[in-house]
């Protein structure tokens, strides 16, 4: 047992670093810093960029465009991301879509759609929850019927609502859950469709989240047309699909290295903010025990994801065990945002979204920081909320 | 031994609380936010003139109810049910809590301003670099001739943008962080050289940073004694507690009847939520923070009128448990409703935001804490 890196590993983490220092967009490490909402070009702008080197998908077979690292690189490359603070590639297409494509799709929809995820031009979100469907997403009433078009082709015809559409407001294209049989068991009358958003009947509306931010919506769907190739897997097994890809959205969640980042950030504003005796507030003694122990927990977190990853790398997928990853995950990143919060003291309470940046209200780093804590009250919420990961543990781990 | 209310506190919580049935539903708190001012005069006139409570702490010669910080409690806590941002805090708990324990000389023409609502009053007391030592303090009064001149920051002053006059903390002498040195000014908003940069917080309130520039004020502006007021200032925080720990125990018991209702009508897997044994012990362990909340402000208030030790321990001891509270209240609230819980047009995140705010308002949990610690155990330990 070692956690050595090899002189090789070693100089991987040198070729990483100086990549992203030589190619990270300025305009958008300013953006970034400004705490500015993000265009769609901004999002996929470093997407692009990595796509040019080969780098956006390091997690796919080698023959869609992954990169064959070993795990220890993967690793690597996670932590230096996070190192340098990069914008974080989004998951919809190439960690949530794409596996479910490349283990489940026809060779026509490898070729039609991995290349667009992984050079970032095509956008996707995903058409899950339901108003009535969330925990229970096997309960979903949005249905498709089976028609003959006019052109002699099979299409599905789609009706109903999806909603906590992330980022949807945004996408080309949209991955849906759809019950095309009413009358089979919940799980077995579901099939799972690629939808095109251009597609007429389709309707994206904005929910507002509490702390003001537009990242999630309604779809509404009706009469929407969609050709039978569109569909992934056989009608009916769709429920197959999305519990491959709840896995993998689970993986993805622990996000050791970008909580790792946020604590220097907590250490750099406690060192900066002053405590109630006149001192840097990272010299408290109680700020302090909280600092490490969050900063413990972590290491209980990054050690426990190692050990997935190492079973990963010797032919295990993601099993029920990374549900261990998203509960404490998700709990960490939360409370990394209390402990933010917190060290800005009176400075948490302004709500400068509306009057522009550099408003010298505060210092900078407080701007936004009552806002991130209550959006990150959702991680325990989406991706099958951490109830819903306890009953996963409960009954495939423990055999309960 | 009694912890019911008289007939007349009973009466003032339900005239409060049929007005805000009445004038602050959701939609209406949400729009008024939305718009400039940011709060409605309208209601604050209807708070002096039709319901009569801001007088409710004062005496009656001086045209009040005769009331006390029970009274207070008891109205703090029905506008934390309604999260409403009118000023009675600031105004009425915090302004007239200086006046009335300073036996300051314009106080009975200002507590009449304040009775009949025409005097709005926001407590400028926190400084960026001084987190919760009240004491500490960069914004100086220096003697000149008869009167003094004021010069500082102040930050986060909530309630400023709809104040007539602001109570100011500031040094007349010692050092940064002395005890002694401490005074306390009552100054007209737009004295000259007093700017504001006002802006909305995140649980819907207006604030201001307020900049002092070379203002001249004369004698008549000290409220107590020239260097000895840091005492009163920590009186009137402790009063400003309790009655922050009753709003919040209305913002509890909205968060806590929320998440029944929500998780009784929500249906999953068959059945609603609330069938779900381990969604019932969370709301269960929600119901005993409530309790434990509303029996610590009550404590709390009780303990307002004993020794400053006693008082202080109390006040400190409170705010520890209701901290906590809003911790988890507020969280688990956001968490049993789900997705719906983070969405803005549901009230529920909305007391969500102000249990967080709560947390932190005159000092943290671990402030308080650490001020019980010394408080009992003594600073020597």
Redesign the interface.
């Known amino acids: 047992m070692n956690l050595d890196f090899s002189p090789e590993d070693a100089a991987f983490r040198e070729e990483a670093r100086t990549f992203i220092a030589q190619n990270y967009p300025q305009q958008l490490r300013d953006k970034q810093d400004r705490g500015e909402e993000l265009s769609k070009e901004d999002y996929l702008s470093w997407h692009r960029i990595l796509a040019k080197k080969g780098w956006a998908t390091p997690s796919w077979p080698v023959e869609f465009g992954g990169t064959g690292w070993t795990p220890t690189q993967k690793y690597i490359w996670s932590e230096e991301q996070a190192r340098a603070d990069t914008l974080g590639i989004l998951p919809f297409g190439v960690s949530m879509l794409a596996p479910v494509i490349y283990t489940f799709g026809t060779q026509e929809q490898k070729e039609k759609f991995l290349p667009g995820i992984r050079d970032g031009l095509v956008w996707w979100c995903q058409g899950y ?1 339901e108003p ?5 997403l096997a ?1 979903l009433k949005c249905k498709a019927e089976r028609i003959t078009g006019d052109d002699g082709k099979e299409y599905y015809i789609v009706n109903g609502q999806k ?2 559409t992330t980022l949807g407001q945004h996408a080309d294209w949209g991955f849906f859950l759809v019950r095309t049989d009413p009358d089979a068991k919940p799980q077995s009358g579901i099939s799972f469709l690629l939808i095109d958003m251009k597609t007429p009947g389709i309707e994206v509306r904005r ?6 931010g537009h990242e ?1 919506n309604d779809v509404f769907l009706d009469n929407v047309k969609v050709p039978v190739e569109n569909r992934v897997f056989h009608e009916n097994q769709g429920w197959t699909c999305a519990k491959a890809l709840l896995a993998h959205e689970r993986t993805g969640i622990a996000g050791v290295a970008r909580s790792k980042r946020g604590l220097e950030k907590v250490r750099e504003i406690a060192g900066t ?6 001192g840097p ?1 990272l010299a ?1 003694p ?2 302090k025990r909280k600092v490490a122990e969050l900063e413990i927990d972590l290491t209980a977190l990054e050690f426990t994801e190692l050990r997935t990853l190492a079973g990963e790398s010797s032919g295990k997928g993601p099993g029920p065990e990374s549900s261990i990853l998203k509960i404490k995950g998700t709990e960490i990143q939360q409370r990394l945002t ?1 402990l933010v ?2 060290a800005v ?8 979204r ?2 522009g940046h550099n ?4 210092p900078d780093y407080a701007d936004g920081v ?2 991130g ?3 990150m ?2 991680t ?3 991706g099958g ?3 819903i990961q ?1 009953n996963i543990i409960a009954k495939m781990v423990l055999g309960l | 031994m009694d912890f019911s209310f008289t007939e007349e506190q009973s009466m003032l919580r339900d005239t409060v609380a049929s007005y805000l049935a009445d004038h602050y539903s959701f939609e209406q708190r949400r729009d008024a936010l939305k718009a400039e001012p940011g709060w409605r005069p309208n209601v604050w006139k209807a708070f002096a003139e039709e319901l009569g409570i801001l007088g409710a702490p004062f005496a009656e010669e001086l045209g009040g109810l005769g009331g006390g910080s029970t009274e207070n409690m008891v109205i703090m806590e029905e506008l934390g049910k309604s999260l409403v941002v009118e000023p009675y805090l600031g105004t009425v708990v915090i302004g007239g809590g200086f006046l009335k324990h300073s036996g300051y000389a314009g106080a009975s023409d200002l507590i009449g301003g304040i009775i009949g609502g025409e005097t709005i009053i926001a407590f400028a007391y926190a400084e960026p670099q001084a987190r919760y030592t009240w004491q500490d303090l960069k914004t100086t009064a220096k003697k000149d001739g008869g009167g003094y001149v004021i010069n500082g920051h102040k930050a986060v002053v909530i309630g400023a943008p709809y104040a007539t006059h602001l109570i100011v903390t500031a040094r007349t002498g010692g050092g940064q962080r002395d005890a002694q040195g401490v005074s306390v000014f009552i100054v007209p908003k737009d004295a000259k050289g007093v700017t504001t940069r006002d802006y909305p917080t995140v649980d819907g309130f207006r604030a201001s940073e307020v900049t002092f520039e070379n203002v001249s004020v004369g004698a008549d502006a000290l409220i107590g004694a020239d260097g000895a007021a840091l005492p009163l200032v920590e009186k009137v925080i402790d009063e400003a507690i309790v009655a922050t720990c009753a709003e919040a125990c209305g913002v509890f018991r909205k968060l806590h009847e929320g998440t029944l209702e929500y998780t009784k009508q929500r249906k999953q897997f068959g059945q609603p939520i609330s069938q779900f044994q381990v969604l019932q012990h969370r709301m269960v362990d929600m119901f005993i923070n409530l309790e434990q909340s509303i029996s610590m402000t009550y404590m709390a208030d009780i303990k307002l009128s004993d020794s400053d030790v006693e008082r202080a321990k109390g006040a400190a001891a409170a705010k520890v448990q209701i901290g906590k509270a809003a911790k988890f209240i507020g969280q688990n609230a956001i968490q049993l409703h789900g997705g719906m819980g983070m969405t803005d047009e549901m009230a529920i995140g909305h007391y969500f935001k102000r249990a967080t705010m709560i947390e932190s308002a005159f000092g943290s949990t671990d402030h308080h804490l650490g001020r019980y610690e010394n408080l009992s155990l003594g600073k020597a330990a």
Not at chain 1, 132 to 136: L, R
Not at chain 1, 345 to 352: D, E, K, M, N, T
Request: zero cysteines; glycine letters at 14%.
């Open positions: 929850s009535g469907a969330g925990s229970d309960s909603t906590w929910i507002t989240t509490l702390e003001g999630v903010e002053l405590s109630d005796a006149g507030l408290d109680f700020f209390e919060l917190e003291g009176h400075y948490g309470a302004p709500y400068l509306d009057l408003t010298n209200i505060g009552a806002g804590y209550f959006n009250r959702k325990s919420i989406y909320s951490n109830e306890r």
